[in-house]
């Protein structure tokens, strides 16, 4: 059992009790994301609901990513193939030898 | 957001896959062994896709120049040791200049006719391009 003293003094400390936690400016931007990031469908629900704009996406990656690949490999063929044509004719040419 | 994420990360993904595979598809490993090395032969036969029989018979073809193109060599290198005249010179560079393009002329018949053109659109121009004032520096090795 307590005493009504004791209430008393619990009573007044809980009234001179203040809670001064730390403002934080981005509160209400976490609380959107979080709601969002629930609220988020699964990415095949995306995906059908964006169907043509994801495969249009995919398509135009796949393209770029196989014509960059040609053409960096090409130009590297050709570059050294040139050099070596280059080689080749000088190996043959008399007038390139200079002498000892 | 984290589905836009999601999307441009396989976009990026499929990008890269694409590139090395077309990398690989259009690469050409025997010319990058032919650089590597400077192989020139080697070279020929990869870029012409010479078959063996024809690549023989050009190898044969440039040894025996080989030794038309050491005369020649000897004949330059000797007029400008002794110092000769510009048009001595002159008149021994035709010399080799004509032998050199009978022998790419001989080369590009045993080609396919195709190839052979071909070869000879790569060469020729090579020929006329050569600068007296920016030659290699090379030695004679035949």
Redesign the interface.
């Given at each position: 059992m307590t005493s009504p003293e004791s209430n008393e003094e619990l009573s007044r400390q809980l009234q001179a009790w203040q809670v001064n936690p730390p403002a934080n400016p981005r509160f209400r931007a976490d609380v959107w994301t979080r709601i969002?990031?629930l609220q988020?469908?699964p990415?095949t629900t995306?995906?059908r609901l964006h169907f043509p704009a994801?495969c249009s996406?995919?398509a135009?990656?796949?393209?770029?990513?196989?014509?960059?690949?040609?053409v960096?490999?090409?130009e590297?063929?050709e570059r050294?193939?040139a050099?070596?044509?280059?080689?080749?004719?000088?190996?043959?040419?008399?007038?390139?030898?200079?002498?000892? | 957001?984290?589905?836009l994420l999601?999307?441009i990360s396989?976009?990026?993904a499929?990008?890269?896959?694409?590139?090395?595979?077309?990398?690989?598809?259009?690469?050409?490993a025997a010319?990058?062994h032919?650089?590597r090395e400077?192989?020139?032969?080697k070279?020929?036969r990869t870029?012409f896709k010479l078959n063996d029989q024809q690549f023989a018979a050009i190898q044969q073809l440039?040894d025996d120049?080989?030794t038309q193109?050491?005369d020649?060599?000897a004949?330059?290198?000797a007029a400008?040791?002794r110092t000769s005249s510009p048009a001595e010179i002159a008149a021994l560079?035709k010399i080799?200049?004509d032998a050199?393009t009978r022998?790419f002329q001989q080369v590009a018949a045993l080609m396919p006719p195709k190839e052979g053109q071909r070869y000879l659109a790569?060469?020729l121009p090579?020929?006329a391009d050569?600068d007296?004032h920016r030659?290699?520096?090379?030695?004679?090795?035949h």
């Open positions: 969002q990031t988020a469908p990415w995306y995906f994801v996406a995919l135009l990656a796949f393209f770029l990513g196989g014509l960059s690949g040609r960096s490999a090409r590297k063929v050294e193939s050099q070596l044509a280059t080689e080749y004719v000088r190996s043959l040419d008399a007038r390139s030898m200079r002498m000892p | 957001m984290r589905n999601i999307t396989l976009a990026l499929l990008c890269g896959t694409s590139f090395a595979v077309f990398y690989y598809a259009n690469d050409d010319m990058h032919a650089a400077g192989d020139a032969m070279w020929l870029e440039h120049y080989s193109c050491a020649h060599c004949a330059i290198m400008r040791r560079e080799c200049v050199m022998h790569t060469v090579r020929i050569y007296h030659a290699p520096n090379l030695q004679a090795t």
